[in-house]
């Protein structure tokens, strides 16, 4: 994508039928750091990797909960982000004070969907420069929707945004025919084996990564680091046992993960060294 | 040529009363379970107890469907609070949410009468007891609705709260322990019962102390 003409105001169309100035505003999201979700029929995960500016500062909020059943991770200009997700929460505490029930998740993503496109065609806006992630609940079951500063949206098995995320989507791919029946306990730890993937080599702790469930008669929230580190450190075991006979000491997932011997150089084990993934 | 009256009223009195007592680390908040309209019954099996917060709870008498309308409006608020804090609101800052919510209508009231119980942030028991426009105060006990003319006297007489005008500061909490507390609640309302029509039918009594907030149910006459 190079500079042009046509790109300095979101209203002006280029030759090809394309707004550039939306299509920046999405490779913006892909600047941001990673976001994934997954989802089964009964629960959803959203998984992101927590980016601090330096070691002097915190790391930016980028998982929110916008209502009992429903929340969501973004990927881009998370100031964007905050200021839609209190648009979100708004509209949910509306809405059940108005028909005391939660809003259904596809009807907040449209309403998200519109407000995004009402930045695509105002001379005075410009596009939201973020991605989200939409986990929800509602009775038509358990939903993972993407929204794009486009306006449109789509609903999701599994899916990864931000920088690196195809190392995350590539994993999802292979697994997410298994989603749809997988427990939360399997679905939380493919989340963080997809959060791995992304951080490409860099060690894999849960003080960079931030973990959120959301599930029948499990509200929305997320995970302390205690819990996420104790699902790191069982497949991390698992790996540096080269022979996979010996006691799984958790759920079938790890000899999984032990197979996958993915990028990541925890242990000693040289002979998991599986190919590089894909960029 | 006489001025023009309404023909018809935007308010009901649905009856009741409500008390609440504030001890050292616990807080009683009762009301009975009847609702009435003119002198029938409409049933003998509605709350008029409201959970706000984790360490507050609100008990009103009035006009019900009034008193409906307030405590979604403050359980919304308290949800948008909780996203910007990401905390609980503490039960004096929730009373001062109801007094604001109560003035805002003060050209067309909520017809709520409140008495507010919890914890305040150092776990001691509180009470505060509105009007319908919202002035409030805090106190160490109060009643609310048609039988508060009959508990009251006999709450000043067991209770007498320092007024808070005093110096130097009193506290306003009761010595009483949380059983004998209870103890009075209920017999002050069984009192209540026999004279005032629209008291009775049951009694719910919530109770919030550091363990949580617990509910019990006492018969009250049916007459």
Redesign the interface.
Known sequence: MFRNQYDTDVTTWSPAGRLFQVEYAMEAVKQGSAAIGLRSKTHVVLGCVNKANSELSSHQKKIFKVDDHIGVAIAGLTADGRVLSRYMRNECINYSFTYESPLPVGRLVVQLADKAQVCTQRSWKRPYGVGLLVAGLDESGAHLYYNCPSGNYFEYQAFAIGSRSQAAKTYLERRFENFTDSSRDDLVKDAIMAIRETLQGETLKSSICTIAVVGVGEPFHALDQGTVQQIIDTFESAEEQEDPATEPDAATGQEAAAEQGTAADQGGSTDEGAAPMDI | MTKQQANWSPYDNNGGSCVAIAGADYCVIAADTRMSTGYNILTRDYSKICKLADKCVMASSGFQADVRALQ?QLA?RH??YQ?QHNKQMSCPAMAQLLSNTLYYKRFFPYYSFNVLGGLDNEGKGCVFTYDAVGSYEKVGYSSQGSGSTLIMPFLDNQLKSPSPLLLPAQDAVTPLVEAEAIDLVKTVFASASERDIYTGDKLELVVVNAAGIRREYMELRKD
């Open positions: 979604k919304a949800l948008i996203h």
